[in-house]
């Protein structure tokens, strides 16, 4: 069965002339078609424009002609990032008719490298959350368990992955959005380091913490969509001038001498026994293919949760800022508001009241809080409040600069961690993926779901989520390996070293 097949596996199919473009993408279509009602992973397919990009590339393969590193490879893009003429919702109603003009970086270097752009996936609303239960559009159900959560926020990148939907999916990493989705059904996501992979395009939720990478069932096929997306861009200030180096060549061979960290803070009270047993397991696995392990301490790791979410709720209250109903995205009925504010203003001259006639709004202010009120759901909302209260007058130096002060000590650790081993390794989530609904009138409960990938958000570091279990439920477990900044190529074998010697990964969910 085709879907049942690698990336990797398919592209050399496809170059050796034993597949057609047009056959491997109808087979995921129809896959779509047949599970997508129940999962929800995608927000769009455009199934006529799919199957005439392939038919285009398997015409320049019969003449001889060059075509991309991804030729006829289906990958679904998160509908986080720009993509020319196409919707662009980002899980919002804010949102839901915007189509923009250009091509995110990452989204014209698929299209430069040949990928079939086989649709857009759901998200929390603009990625705020860890459940995918944000997105306006309807929650995303986790294929190995429709009536549990995917993870959020790329949980549509994910659960199309896992479901064999798609065989590659591009996602967003604010503060776990790809490795715990990728941890909870049971595929493999990778955070780039900050810099690695240009976040043109990519609608803005935390700028400073944003970045965007590939998922994947495999970390062979990981590579391979990284090297495409991966590299400098003039068009993103914060992109980083470094070569990218061929992962595909290097990401079998073993790292001899591996040397691993487990984080102390990230294996005691709160980690559900199964994925601490599922961990122990998977470090006996490195330690048979000759690696050793050590503890080390990440003591400013305690405050990573406080830390993070000051810093994204601020920068996510400035970036959203934009969105006013005025220049584009959900504008309110403007001829109703005013009729409305006109009444009110009527009503207050005649009884007198001239201090409510005084503060009443006036008809710019009010679209822009209608528009806002509207067409933002609660989530987000609760997280610009946060942001504007902590960037707020006579509270910035005291929250969002003491913030940024403790990023720099979490910084530190994790660099000085790293002087003492290659890799650090730990859990993704606290516990497998939980039901739909079960934490969403606690959002505290949510935000501390992030706890063990937020810090690699924080310090700007690689990090990657590879399957190493089940549950007695038979719910997917995560690995999470970090590594230090643009050392993807040793984060990417060290990962690939477990999964030659197991076969989690090779697991799919049966959907019928």
């Keep these: 069965m085709l879907t049942e097949l690698?990336?990797?596996?398919?592209?050399?199919?496809?170059?050796?002339?034993?597949?057609?473009?047009?056959?491997?993408?109808?087979?995921?279509?129809?896959?779509?078609?047949?599970?997508?009602?129940?999962?929800?992973?995608?927000?769009?397919?455009?199934?006529?424009?799919?199957l005439a990009q392939a038919a285009e590339i398997d015409a320049r393969r019969a003449k001889g002609k060059p075509v991309g590193r991804l030729a006829g490879l289906p990958v679904a893009v998160k509908d986080l990032l720009c993509q020319r003429g196409e919707l662009t919702t980002c899980?919002?109603?804010?949102l839901e008719h915007f189509r923009p003009p250009y091509d995110a970086t990452a989204v014209a270097r698929l299209r430069a490298a040949d990928a079939v752009l086989i649709g857009r996936t759901n998200l929390?609303?603009?990625?705020?959350?860890?459940?995918?239960?944000?997105?306006?559009?309807?929650?995303?159900?986790?294929?190995?368990?429709?009536?549990?959560?995917?993870g959020g926020s790329s949980g549509g990148a994910a659960a199309a992955v896992a479901a064999g939907m798609t065989p590659l999916s591009i996602g967003s990493d604010t503060g776990g959005s790809i490795r715990a989705p990728a941890a909870l059904c049971g595929v493999t996501g990778l955070k780039p380091t900050y810099g690695r992979v240009s976040r043109y395009g990519l609608v803005a939720f935390a700028s400073s913490l944003d970045q965007i990478g590939p998922l994947a069932r495999t970390v062979e096929d990981v590579a391979l969509l990284l090297e495409v997306i991966a590299g400098h861009d003039p068009l993103d200030a914060t992109s980083v001038d470094r070569p990218v180096p061929r992962y595909t060549d290097s990401v079998a061979r073993p790292l001899e001498g591996l040397r691993l960290g487990v984080v102390r803070e990230h294996v005691g009270e709160g980690l559900d026994p199964e994925i601490a047993a599922a961990m122990e397991e998977a470090l006996d696995v490195y330690r048979s293919l000759g690696a050793t392990v050590r503890e080390v301490s990440l003591p400013h790791g305690k405050y990573a949760v406080a830390t993070?979410?000051?810093?994204?709720?601020?920068?996510?209250?400035?970036?959203?800022?934009?969105?006013?109903?005025?220049?584009?995205?959900?504008?309110?009925?403007?001829?109703?508001?005013?009729?409305?504010?006109?009444?009110?203003?009527?009503?207050?001259?005649?009884?007198?009241?001239?201090?409510?006639?005084?503060?009443?709004?006036?008809?710019?202010?009010?679209?822009?809080?209608?528009?806002?009120?509207?067409?933002?759901?609660?989530?987000?909302k609760r997280r610009i409040m946060l942001g504007t209260y902590a960037l707020s007058a006579g509270y910035y130096d005291a929250y969002y600069l003491k913030a940024l002060k403790v990023r720099r000590l979490i910084r530190q650790d994790v660099d000085r961690a790293l002087e003492s081993v290659d890799l650090l390794v730990?859990?993704?989530?606290?516990?497998?993926?939980?039901?739909?609904?079960?934490?969403?009138?606690?959002?505290?409960?949510?935000?501390?779901?992030?706890?063990?990938?937020i810090t690699a958000n924080l310090a700007g570091i690689p990090a990657i989520s590879i399957p190493c279990g089940f549950s007695?439920?038979?719910?997917?477990?995560?690995?999470?390996?970090?590594?230090?900044?643009?050392?993807?190529?040793?984060?990417?074998?060290?990962?690939?070293?477990?999964?030659?010697?197991?076969?989690?990964?090779?697991?799919?969910?049966?959907?019928?």
């Design 6 to 50: 690698s990336a990797t596996e398919l592209l050399a199919q496809l170059e050796a002339g034993r597949l057609k473009a047009v056959d491997v993408t109808q087979a995921y279509l129809d896959r779509i078609a047949r599970h997508d009602g129940a999962v929800r992973a995608f927000l769009r397919v455009d199934v006529e424009a799919a």
């Design 308 to 380: 993070y979410y000051l810093i994204a709720p601020s920068e996510a209250s400035s970036n959203l800022a934009r969105y006013d109903g005025a220049h584009y995205g959900y504008r309110t009925d403007v001829a109703r508001m005013t009729a409305q504010l006109e009444a009110e203003r009527k009503a207050l001259t005649k009884s007198g009241d001239a201090a409510a006639l005084e503060s009443l709004d006036t008809a710019l202010v009010r679209m822009y809080r209608r528009s806002r009120a509207e067409s933002l759901g609660p989530e987000v």
């Design 426 to 453: 730990g859990p993704v989530t606290p516990s497998p993926a939980f039901r739909l609904g079960e934490k969403v009138n606690d959002p505290l409960a949510m935000y501390l779901f992030d706890l063990y990938t």
């Design 91 to 94: 899980g919002s109603r804010m």
């Design 472 to 512: 007695s439920g038979g719910l997917p477990i995560g690995l999470q390996l970090q590594a230090p900044p643009f050392e993807e190529e040793r984060l990417l074998r060290g990962a690939c070293m477990f999964q030659s010697a197991t076969a989690w990964h090779t697991r799919q969910p049966e959907l019928g």
């Design 124 to 150: 929390d609303e603009f990625a705020m959350g860890g459940s995918n239960e944000n997105s306006a559009f309807g929650p995303v159900h986790n294929p190995w368990d429709l009536a549990r959560t995917p």
